[in-house]
């Protein structure tokens, strides 16, 4: 029995997940560093939180799952892509880890761990692939050996377009910006035109951004619009691109599975406009909830297991960290297909 | 004219003889036996995930483009399925069926998962006309903006000369940036679904470049646009 214990910290969630090889998840714990209405996170101030909060995660997920540093077998942490600073505090607890308990260690492409956590929970076989989050926004699909890019956003992800307008409004952080946008959508009811942007496969949310961002700062406009208003539209409009290109992506490759994941893919209306699009073409979607579609320590535990049972290992030497590293990089040593 | 007096009232095709033989994401694509001639029509659908305002802007948006791109290459040689009846209300075209496979289905049924070592010279010349005919598509200012190999056939009639489908994404622009985008668009799509066939599209540029003189600025263009992707290894 093997068992791996995973850290995430590329962004302001901070979590720490412990998972058995044969998929169970023993612990996943998770904190978040949530600033006020307004502001984002900063990388040095995220990193403060990551490495003041990382040791009581450490042990507590020890505790939850009944197990002693003994009975794990190997440490798995994001390698990248994320912010660097927190993406560095969490390397450096893993290595310091990894000298004290004697463990190997295993560096995790994010973006992979996203996509097989998706795959383990939700069974998916060879599903498109939409990876939406704050950091990135890719339709993905497997070929050998590659997750291969499809679509990605050309400029910024699609989470950090809402997160950004939710600080334009001045809504809480508090529990995701994302979230809050989604609530007052519920309430919306008029649609108001923003631009729609879509090159080929390739989605872009720069100039909506800046096009809500105009009619939410003029007081002349907001007669007409609510702040509800705007959240419904803005979502209607970024999603409906989302589902668009994965639509695209679904028919050029002949897949009939979608699998969403990543922070915006917990959205129950991104999940609903999914299951309307495959149910027009016979297809099955796959979502999972806010547990395992936000970053979290249990992905990058699973993720790290698929490396590891092939034997791999990454040297202390090499225990880096990266800003940049794709998806498309990645050597799939775990399918076969 | 009986028939097509027929088809505006009816909702569902199948039910004329029609059949349906693609689902795209933008359109259902039946086959239809007319007056003897094989003809296909393409029908796009409501969007039920896409808010109706939205769904129906968009919709109209790009079957006009549609129709208004593939009049605009056919009247200048470039080979598209003909137009033969266009039905705005219920988002219908008609057009000519063309008998053939699509490229993608070609190199799939040629490669076997290895591009490498099996181009074969017919491959290469198919790679070298997609590249003229898109060079001669964007000197007309016209970009396709969705060009993969399942939206290019391969007429089996003229032994397998390229034939141009699926103009919805397309727009009227005289800009390299535009042109350079709708290459990258080819570029990311063939690569993507034909991995380690970075050779094959070298053709498709190289011929590119051989067939305008507007080819270069573009060509020089698509080097920038290559470093837009997040998260490359590269910075720009």
Known sequence: MVIVMGFEGSANKLGIGIVKDDGTILSNIRHTYITPPGEGFLPKDTAEHHRSWIISLVKRSLTESGLTHKDIDCLAYTKGPGMGPPLRSVAVTVRMLSQLWKKPIVAVNHCIAHIEMGRLITGAKNPTVLYVSGGNTQVISYSLKKYRIFGETIDIAVGNCLDRFARVINIPNDPSPGYNIEQLAKKGKNLVELPYVTKGMDVSFGGILSNIESIAKNPVRLKEYTVEDLCYSLQETVFSMLVETAERAMAHCGQTEILAVGGVGCNERLQQMINQMVSQRNGQSFAIDERYCIDNGAMIAWAGYLIFKNNITTPLCETSTTQRFRTDQVEVTWRDD | ?236
Do not use: W
């Open chain 2, 1 to 236: 004219m009986s028939d097509l007096v027929k088809m505006e009232g009816i909702t569902d095709l199948t039910k004329i003889g029609a059949e349906l033989i693609s689902q795209g994401a933008e359109a259902k694509t039946f086959k239809l036996n007319y007056f003897g001639m094989e003809c296909i029509i393409k029908e796009r659908f409501v969007k039920t995930y896409r808010h109706p305002t939205l769904d129906s802007k968009i919709s109209n948006k790009r079957i006009l483009q549609e129709i208004r791109s593939l009049n605009k290459c056919k009247k200048n040689g470039i080979d598209v399925p003909g137009l033969l009846f266009v039905d705005i209300v219920q988002t219908r075209i008609m057009m000519e069926f063309v008998n053939g496979i699509t490229v993608k289905q070609f190199l799939y049924n040629n490669c076997e998962n290895n591009y490498q070592n099996t181009q074969t010279p017919e491959i290469i010349r198919i790679c070298r006309e997609i590249g003229q005919q898109v060079c001669k598509i964007h000197d007309l200012n016209l970009i396709h903006g969705d060009l993969t190999t399942s939206n290019i056939l391969l007429r089996t009639s003229t032994n397998n000369s390229t034939v141009f489908i699926d103009f919805g994404l397309s727009y009227t622009s005289t800009l390299a940036e535009d042109k350079a985008v709708d290459l990258y668009v080819l570029e990311r799509a063939f690569i993507s679904t034909h991995p380690n066939s970075e050779s094959l599209f070298n053709e498709i540029l190289q011929s590119y470049k051989d067939s305008s003189k507007n080819s270069p600025s573009v060509i020089n263009r698509l080097d920038q646009v290559r470093l837009r992707g997040r998260k490359k290894l590269a910075f720009g």
